[in-house]
């Protein structure tokens, strides 16, 4: 079936470093995505979307990239700052279907050291 | 004020008990949500509603039903609680026009315990 996954469940960064956060989709159909941090106790909040239609697209201090080729995402973070420990979830928009038209991956705990 | 609230935000419940998860949100948006998250297995959608008269089963909907009260508020209904049920329930919105500027806005969660 159709899913979203993520190649790392953890990343441990420096503070300062840049990080970088990997999600795999499967479904070549899904048209728009988004990324999501989830710090602890809290529910997932909006970080950055991109269309399918784009590759590239820049917020503050995050860039996430889309490559169609590979059914790629990922999200860049500069400057990782402690406040950017949390954990990051992909989502992917495939419209029908029991999940919904939001499908979400597992998720990638970042920690940031000091 | 939260956009969209959850209450409670901690529950401990017994084995076949009858428990209710209420979510209530003033975002306005038309479409609301129920997710369960469990550690490694992410956000899975238990059931979700594009308007008040629409109740669409998710992928997990087995051992829960739901009631949309009013536009603004969505409730969880575990019928007889099991210990399996345990985890982090959320709830979220979004609004048919602008889902694909916003996503999903989501409540700070339930976390509920079946002991």
């Known amino acids: 079936g159709e899913s979203v996954g993520l190649h790392l469940p953890t990343l441990s960064v420096q503070e300062g470093d840049n990080s970088i956060i990997n999600c795999a989709y499967s479904?070549?159909?899904?048209?728009?995505f988004i990324w999501y941090k989830q710090e602890s106790g809290k529910g997932p909040q909006f970080i950055i979307d991109?269309?399918?239609?784009?590759d590239k697209r820049q917020g503050q201090r995050v860039t996430v990239l889309l490559n169609k080729t590979v059914k790629h995402l990922s999200l860049q973070i500069a400057a990782t700052q402690p406040g950017d420990s949390a954990v990051y979830f992909c989502?992917?928009?495939?419209?029908?279907?029991?999940?919904?038209?939001?499908?979400f991956g597992k998720g990638t705990k970042l920690s940031v050291k000091p | 004020d939260a956009d969209v609230t959850q209450t409670p935000r901690n529950r401990i419940t017994k084995t076949g008990k009858r428990i209710m998860l209420e979510c209530s949100q003033t975002?306005?948006?038309?479409?609301m949500y129920w997710y369960r998250q469990d550690p490694g297995l992410g956000l899975r959608l238990i059931y979700y509603?594009?308007?008040?008269?629409?109740?669409n089963k998710g992928e997990i909907s087995d051992g829960y039903s739901v009631s949309r009260q009013a536009q603004a508020k969505f409730s969880l209904s575990l019928e007889s609680a099991i210990p399996n049920q345990t985890a982090l329930y959320f709830c979220?919105?979004?609004?048919?026009?602008?889902?694909?500027?916003?996503?999903?806005?989501f409540g700070s969660g339930t976390r509920l315990t079946v002991v």
């Open positions: 979220a919105t979004s609004d048919v026009d602008t889902e694909d500027l916003y996503g999903y806005t």
């Open positions: 479904n070549s159909a899904s048209d728009y």
């Open positions: 991109i269309r399918s239609n784009m």
């Open positions: 989502a992917e928009r495939n419209y029908g279907g029991s999940q919904g038209n939001l499908i």
């Open positions: 975002k306005g948006h038309d479409r």
């Open positions: 509603s594009f308007d008040v008269k629409d109740i």
